[in-house]
């Protein structure tokens, strides 16, 4: 099991209302990313983080921001929510293993507004 | 562009029986496929890795094939359980990526009945 946490697992709020879903893993990995991901979709990924201070978007374009204060910790805001942001939210980071990156998921915050 | 296609769609089977499930992919230049089982409500846990030189790996009831000439991947459960019920997503990675960015097939939604 890997040492990656995601808060709140659930989230229904209105819209228009600031959220923040946490994210943090104490495995000491550089790289962070944040994935989304409809019923019965991939998943996507909307931002990723090399690093402390770094910082990038993903290949889906998303309303949200993110930042990387400290290496463990890797939080997701959205500014003013709305029904299109209903979706999961998954978390993971990586090292690397066997030649390439093993990325490893939290249990993901699913974010229902209504 | 790269893609990861997955099939069936979803798969329904009796407890104690065997099945296999396909990935077709186009990331290029390849690195390596993994196969992660997502449980309903949570992240992916990888069950295995398989890098170009690699024809077959197993993970206990779990064996995965790669052709890397022909770019499919099989993921066969033998013995399925219960707990098998979850949805099996092909991953493939790309080389040379400093990201580790993963390419994500739909998954495959198997349901194991009793």
């Known amino acids: ?10 989230l ?8 923040t879903l946490e994210c943090s893993q104490t495995m000491g990995h550089d790289k962070m990313y944040w994935y989304q991901q409809d019923p019965g979709m991939e998943l996507h990924l ?4 090399y690093g402390v201070n770094s910082t990038e978007k993903g290949d889906l374009s998303s309303e949200s921001t993110v930042s990387r204060i400290r290496t ?5 805001t959205l500014e003013s929510a709305r029904p299109s942001h209903t979706s999961q939210y998954l978390c993971a980071s990586s090292k690397r293993r066997e030649g ?9 915050t699913r974010l229902t507004v209504t | 562009k790269n893609q990861v296609e997955q099939s069936p769609q979803s798969l329904i089977i009796l407890e104690g029986k065997n099945c296999t499930l396909q990935c077709n992919y186009t990331v290029s ?13 949570r992240g992916p846990v990888s069950l295995t890795i398989m890098t170009f030189s690699e024809n077959t790996k197993s993970n ?3 064996t995965a094939t790669l052709d890397a000439d022909t770019k499919q991947s099989s ?5 399925s359980q219960l707990s098998d019920s979850a949805s099996y997503i092909c991953v493939v990675s790309d080389r040379g990526s400093t990201l580790g960015r993963l390419y994500f097939g739909r998954g495959t939604q198997l349901t194991v009945w009793p």
Not at chain 1, 46 to 49: G, M, V
Not at chain 2, 29 to 41: A, E, H, I, M, V
Request: charged share 20%.
């Open chain 1, 1 to 10: 099991e890997a040492d990656i946490y995601q808060t709140p697992r659930y």
């Open chain 1, 12 to 19: 229904v709020i209105g819209t228009g209302k600031k959220i």
């Open chain 1, 46 to 49: 909307i931002h990723y983080s």
């Open chain 1, 72 to 76: 463990e910790h890797f939080p997701l």
């Open chain 1, 100 to 108: 390439s990156y093993e990325q490893y998921f939290g249990p993901g």
């Open chain 2, 29 to 41: 230049p390849f690195s390596n496929l993994r196969w992660y089982k997502q449980d309903t409500g």
């Open chain 2, 60 to 62: 206990g009831r779990y």
């Open chain 2, 75 to 79: 993921l066969h459960i033998t013995a």
